[in-house]
């Protein structure tokens, strides 16, 4: 019915990549478990509050599925060569957006981090989520190390955006016009979706830096 890169595809195809992203699986998990997950820690309703809430079997479910919305998609959109350039881009990071700004949550979704790991590893297999998932790792070991609890949501967008500034050197060294059209909007919306925790990150490592003064 439609050609192949045609623009009313494009169109069909960004509907649906919006609409699989916007399906705030780990907030209805929540709601199974008869949780408000959004009542824990930072409000996030997504899989990391779904875990504190209800445990990591229930966290791992909303992980996953939050992972392949993001995936499943994408893959089958870039193995069929459908599209490219800035529509690929586009439909790439579409679920991204539609996750941080779902119409089934009142158009404020969750910070998308799962579904990012979804969406670069159909844009580049293994070597986009080893980026991210090194950088978590290594801030998860240095907590560790450090002895201390559970990270705070300051601690966790710092992770996020250390992350996502990492991939973005791996888009310009070994990507290409692609890659970095879309790592410039998911980094947008990534910091958008983390905008608060970012605010307090700065003002306490600013009003430390002023203690020490």
């Known amino acids: 019915m439609f050609s192949r890169g045609s623009f009313e595809l494009f169109l069909l195809i960004l509907f649906?990549?919006?609409?699989?992203?916007?399906?705030?699986?780990s907030y209805w998990?929540?709601?199974?478990?008869?949780?408000?997950?959004?009542?824990?820690?930072?409000?996030?309703?997504?899989?990391?509050?779904?875990?504190?809430a209800l445990g990591w079997k229930y966290g791992l479910t909303g992980l996953a599925l939050d992972y392949v919305k993001g995936f499943l998609p994408l893959v089958l959109i870039v193995n069929?060569?459908?599209?490219?350039g800035w529509q690929l881009a586009v439909v790439a990071v579409a679920p991204v957006a539609g996750?941080?700004?779902?119409?089934?949550?009142?158009?404020?979704?969750?910070?998308?981090?799962?579904?990012?790991?979804?969406?670069?590893?159909?844009?580049?297999t293994w070597e986009g989520p080893?980026?991210?998932?090194?950088?978590?790792?290594?801030?998860?070991?240095?907590?560790?190390?450090?002895?201390?609890?559970?990270?705070?949501p300051e601690e966790d967008a710092?992770?996020?955006?250390?992350?996502?500034?990492?991939?973005?050197?791996?888009?310009?060294?070994?990507?290409?016009?692609?890659?970095?059209?879309v790592w410039i909007m998911n980094l947008v919306i990534l910091v958008y979706t983390?905008?608060?925790?970012i605010g307090e990150l700065i003002l306490s490592l600013s009003t430390g830096r002023n203690r020490g003064e």
């Open 16 to 25: 649906v990549e919006i609409l699989c992203g916007s399906l705030m699986f």
């Open 29 to 52: 998990l929540g709601r199974h478990g008869r949780r408000d997950i959004r009542d824990i820690s930072d409000g996030n309703p997504g899989a990391t509050n779904l875990w504190r």
């Open 80 to 84: 069929y060569e459908l599209f490219s």
């Open 99 to 124: 996750h941080a700004f779902s119409p089934f949550m009142s158009f404020s979704g969750g910070k998308a981090v799962a579904v990012t790991f979804g969406i670069w590893s159909a844009l580049t």
């Open 130 to 152: 080893v980026i991210l998932g090194s950088i978590f790792t290594a801030f998860t070991v240095l907590r560790i190390v450090r002895r201390k609890g559970p990270t705070t």
């Open 158 to 181: 710092a992770r996020v955006i250390a992350g996502i500034v990492a991939l973005g050197v791996y888009a310009v060294l070994r990507g290409g016009p692609v890659l970095w059209k």
């Open 194 to 197: 983390h905008r608060k925790e």
